[in-house]
């Protein structure tokens, strides 16, 4: 099981060995920005959701693919995109496995009417 002294007392929302995703807990009521720290063992399978997303990497050197583009986050970088796209993460190639995981914060507006 993957488990990580920074994610306790956080909600985990999902887990496999690609990756660690929790929530950050600091949601208004009835808000719709989302945030989670997400630490990345093995590239992730890829996903789309209604919103924005905004991610920066706190660690390491991560692979952000998003319609079919990859493009590489060193420790500092961000970028948005608009998550109805497909995306995936993943760590840089040449990234030794004592050096994971790479963590990013994720932000994420999320545009569905009902929460």
Known sequence: AIHSRMNEGRSQLAADETALLTSLECRLPDGKINSALLELYDRTEPVNHPGEEFIFCLRGTALLTVGGQTYTLGEGDAATFWSTEIHRYA?????????????????????RDER
């Open 91 to 111: 760590p840089a190639e040449e990234t030794p496995e004592e050096s994971l995981p790479v963590l990013l914060l994720t932000v994420w507006l999320d545009t």
